[in-house]
């Protein structure tokens, strides 16, 4: 299965991130699964794609130009995509992916977390997308999407866009076990 992970580039998070993207790394590449990612050689990211090739997964990075001419790119990808822009990056992943994992991240992994829940809830795709809640990382995000049902901003059954999980293990299975189901429009 290809999967494609949102994550972050900081090298200065708490080792316990580091850990979790290993694990989640580490459980790809057993699997055979493939792992699409944002190619970073840094962060959440380097970590993830080094455990990842590790253990004999294929690893995919897709990378704008700008970031690739930076040297952020994982060397030893078996395929490095370059594109123009951020928006034809994350149209590149979500083209490949069959699921989605959120690690912890920053603005960017938000943003195409979220991305990919507004694709699902537009009917643009119906894949799996699992956040792995490492140490509580998304409960205050959880609360908020929350808070939208609570106040009429989204329908409640749109919770169902995503699914939580709280290590790699938990986070593979629900994508393993993952059926689609119908939700309303949204208007």
């Known amino acids: 299965m290809k ?8 090298s200065v998070v708490a080792e316990q991130y580091k850990s979790a993207a290993r694990e989640l790394g580490k459980l790809l590449g057993q ?14 990211m380097g970590e993830l794609a080094s455990a990842t090739k590790a253990e004999g997964g294929r690893v995919v ?8 001419e930076y040297g952020l790119a994982y060397a ?3 395929e490095t995509i370059v594109t123009e822009t951020m928006a034809e990056r994350k149209q590149e992943m979500e083209a490949r992916a069959d699921a989605f994992i959120g690690l912890p991240g920053g603005i960017g992994t938000l943003e195409e ?9 537009l009917r643009y795709m119906a894949k799996p997308l699992v ?11 959880l609360a908020h999407l929350q808070r ?20 790699a293990e938990e986070a593979l299975r629900m994508i393993q076990e993952y059926r689609a189901s119908e939700l309303p429009l949204k208007w």
């Open 76 to 78: 030893l990808a078996d």
């Open 113 to 121: 977390v979220m991305q990919v829940m507004t694709l699902k809830q």
């Open 3 to 10: 999967i494609c992970v949102y994550c972050s580039s900081s």
């Open 31 to 44: 699997n055979k699964h493939e792992l699409i990612y944002g190619a970073g050689n840094i962060g959440l």
């Open 131 to 141: 956040l792995l809640n490492t140490a509580g990382f998304y409960d205050l995000l």
């Open 148 to 167: 939208l049902v609570d106040e009429s901003f989204m329908n409640g059954e749109f919770l169902q866009l995503y699914q939580v999980a709280h290590d």
């Open 61 to 68: 990075g897709v990378i704008p130009r700008r970031l690739a």
